[in-house]
């Protein structure tokens, strides 16, 4: 399905806002909630500004992981909501947010040329707060996405080998490709650990809005 067919599909669900306020972002809600804002210029050349909050217990209650909603305000009210994956029509193009079990992967605005742009991330949140770092502390930031980059390759590489090894054991695939014996043969409490690991890395990872099909995907 072509990009904008994706487009148009999504646009289908989303409905109009009550027009209730915005809430502002609490400290406590940096593990359940994100906010993003994209500032625009209205038509008098006055500056209005488009929230897009995404609270991510709404998705925890789901009975699919990638469901949950994502709200749109204008100037601090409730104009429209969507269920994720979300496409809001604005003047001059979409924004569009997508998400995974880890956080957002897509909050961006996408122009009718095609330009994207990503959205500002509210500063208490744990996107704001993982921005001002890298910022702040441009080097300490580049160590961080090295280390939960590792965090993510490592367990893939190691559980990888193990789960070919249980699928190729299953008899109705042992009968047409073989068997595969796997060299590596961790306990169940350090492939629970691998994979808390490796959680830990996508979550950082998300903070930042980096998500790939192969690594984030595979979790």
Not at 18 to 26: E, P, Q, T, Y
Not at 161 to 183: C, K, L
Not at 199 to 212: F, M, Q, V
């Amino acid at each position: 399905m072509s990009k904008k067919k994706r487009r148009l599909k999504a646009a289908k669900r989303v409905k109009a806002g009550n027009g209730r306020s915005l809430k502002a972002f609490h400290w406590w809600q940096m593990l359940s909630r994100s906010l993003f804002y994209l500032p625009v210029i209205k038509e008098d050349g006055r500056q209005a500004v488009f929230a897009v909050d995404v609270p991510y217990w709404e998705q925890f209650f789901s009975s699919n992981a990638d469901k949950g909603k994502a709200h749109l305000y204008f100037d601090g009210k409730h104009c429209a909501e969507s269920k994720l994956p979300a496409v809001f029509p604005v003047d001059g193009g979409w924004i569009e947010v997508q998400s995974t079990v880890f956080g957002l992967k897509r909050c961006h605005f996408v122009t009718d040329e095609g330009a994207e742009y990503q959205l500002t991330p509210d500063e208490r949140s744990t996107e704001g707060r993982r921005a001002r770092l890298d910022r702040g502390h441009p080097a300490l930031g580049r160590w961080i996405r090295i280390i939960s980059l590792i965090m993510v390759i490592i367990p893939i590489v190691l559980a990888a080998p193990q789960i070919i090894d249980i699928v190729t054991h299953i008899p109705p695939v042992a009968e047409r490709f073989g068997t595969f014996n796997s060299p590596i043969a961790l306990s169940k409490w350090f492939n629970m650990a691998l994979g808390l690991c490796a959680a830990a890395g996508s979550i950082e990872r998300a903070t930042r809005l980096k998500w790939s099909a192969f690594l984030d995907g595979n979790l």
